[in-house]
């Protein structure tokens, strides 16, 4: 299912112009998006994202991080993987958007913050694949402000390694290390010994894809670090499926309406389908877009946008991967 929102109801909607495409790797081209005549963008901080509409594909909207330099207002730099199992996404950017285009975007929105005192403490960064890019702003910020940072960055071979001069020439060269698992000078990352050293003042940040993430903080939790110190950010989410993927129902508590959601359908599906329109992204449980509160009964957590203690909470759920424990969820709609 395609995303359905009209151009303006992206979150402070812009329009931009594509000023350059360039591959930075293999199967990563990255775009510079640019104000109209130098107009500047709104500002944004370091591990933000945007929403994009791919062009010529319906409705489908996607996040991207900039990867940019936050200090910077006339441009946006996002950088894109080509999935092999693109939803429509990646191969659109890849193979729809050329420089000189105009592209619809949101206002940038961040959800993976550098903490308020990674100036003061240490930061430890590690990129795993195209989940550099918030990262490579994190780095920048850090750098600027003298702060003590490392940068990891593991790819799967040399070829894959997306923005390797820009770091490598960057002024903080020296606190990079990057490993690739395969061709010449193959070296995995060791987990537990760049861990080995929690502390309250030591903030961790992880992006990159599921079987990367989990493994970084898994190797954290066994080494003692607090949850509260990292921080990760998920690009992409497999939803997996469970005993309660049965039909239910949803019950809208404005329009007293009630919707059965079919055993192979989601929320979104169930309520587009009846008229009712729902703001989706990712549709993946990743981006919060769709986030809505649950009056009663108990959801089916299966997204990774939410904390564990939030999704404990029970009073809101993702629609568009989330399910019911309950035969009915009343939802405030
Ligand atoms: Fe992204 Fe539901 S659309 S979490």
Known sequence: MQTSRAVDDLPGAIRVG??????????????????????????????????????????LVRQYSLSNSAEERHRYVIAVLKEPQSRGGSTGMHERVMEGDVLQISSPRNHFELTPQAEQG?????????????????????????????????????????????????????????????????????????????????????????????????????AGWQDGNVHFEHFSHRVEASESDAAF?????????????AANQTVVEALAKNGVELQVSCEQGVCGTCLTRVLEGIPDHKDVYMTPDEQARNDQFTPCCSRSRTPTLVLDL
């Open 122 to 222: 240490s930061s430890i960064l590690i990129a795993g694949g195209i989940g550099i890019t918030p990262l490579l702003s994190m780095a920048d910020h850090l750098a600027r402000r003298k702060a003590d940072f490392e940068f990891h960055y593991c790819a799967r071979s040399a070829e894959r390694m997306a923005f390797r001069s820009r770091l490598q020439q960057s002024a903080y060269a020296d606190r990079i290390n990057l490993y690739v698992d395969q061709g010449e000078g193959a070296s995995r990352i060791d987990i537990a010994r760049v861990l080995q050293v929690p502390s309250p003042t030591r903030h961790l940040y992880v992006c990159g894809p599921e079987g990367f993430l989990n493994a970084v903080t898994i190797g954290a939790r066994q």
């Open 18 to 59: 594509v000023a350059r495409k360039r591959q930075e790797a293999e199967d990563i081209c990255s775009f510079e998006l640019v104000g109209f005549s130098g107009s500047a963008l709104p500002v944004f901080t370091p591990g933000a994202h945007i929403d994009v509409r791919i062009p010529g594909d319906g409705d």
């Open 249 to 261: 129902d949803v019950k809208l508590a404005r329009s007293g309406r009630t919707i059965r959601v």
